[in-house]
């Protein structure tokens, strides 16, 4: 069974500064798929960010990047350069051999 | 490119009535999911179809649940009866494939309050 686990149940950050959230997995799929999605208090759930387990470089879109540590078992997403926007729950999911498993999610809050 | 669909955005019912969800995908994408989310957790996905088949239904309460994706294309969830731990957001994704890599996009999903 695959498993993820986001420690973190609420992060701040200050506006225009870099933000890390947590996420930990576990698999026996020796091929899967890490995602990030951004849950904003309107319920959609908006895709962010893909890691494949064989590439070979951490996943970058904009100002979201992947901090993927494989022997780790880690999958921790960098926010740069943070905007009020960001303020939602964000998931880590993973995918394997089986369906999407998603992690319990960390709410982050930016103050300006 | 339109997204994906749903309605009703939220339903109140009683404990023992029976409700019916409806999503409609991105168009063109094969592969269509049910989730359910309760509040506080991630989204646990019900079913799976690729076109209208089922590729996976194991979480499904089938003795409360059902659903349905005819002709490949749109698809409905329904709850009959409802007990009161169905309350829940029920969001519908799709995505072009199966398998890894595939990008699922959500719709802005359905909530439920049974009382």
């Known amino acids: 069974a695959q498993k993820i686990t986001q420690t973190q149940p609420g992060m701040f950050v200050q506006e225009k500064e870099a933000v890390t959230l947590d996420c930990t997995y576990d698999?026996?799929?020796?091929?899967?798929?890490l995602f990030w999605y951004k849950q904003p208090s309107s319920g959609e759930m908006i895709f962010l960010i893909y890691?494949?387990?064989?590439?070979?470089q951490n996943a970058t879109e904009g100002r979201y990047s992947l901090n993927f540590q494989k022997a780790r078992k880690s999958a921790n997403l960098v926010i740069s350069a943070s905007q009020l926007g960001d303020s939602a729950m964000y998931f880590c999911?993973?995918?394997?051999?089986?369906?999407?498993?998603f992690g319990k999610g960390t709410r982050l809050s930016v103050i300006a | 490119e339109a997204g994906v669909a749903q309605s009703p955005r939220y339903k109140i019912i009683e404990k023992r009535q029976s409700v019916a969800f409806w999503c409609n995908p991105i168009s063109g994408h094969a592969t269509l999911y049910w989730y359910q989310q309760i509040l506080g957790q991630g989204p646990k996905l019900l079913i799976q179809?690729?076109?209208?088949?089922?590729?996976?239904d194991s979480q499904l309460p089938k003795d409360r649940f059902s659903a349905e994706r005819l002709k490949g294309v749109d698809s409905t969830l329904k709850i009959q009866p409802a007990k009161l731990e169905d309350s829940a957001v029920y969001l519908c994704?799709?995505?072009?494939?199966?398998?890894?890599?595939?990008?699922?996009?959500f719709g802005p999903g359905t909530r439920l309050t049974v009382t």
């Open positions: 698999t026996s799929d020796p091929s899967y798929g």
């Open positions: 890691q494949g387990s064989y590439d070979q």
């Open positions: 999911a993973i995918e394997g051999n089986t369906p999407l498993v």
């Open positions: 994704a799709s995505s072009l494939g199966i398998g890894t890599g595939y990008e699922q996009y």
């Open positions: 179809f690729q076109n209208n088949g089922v590729v996976d």
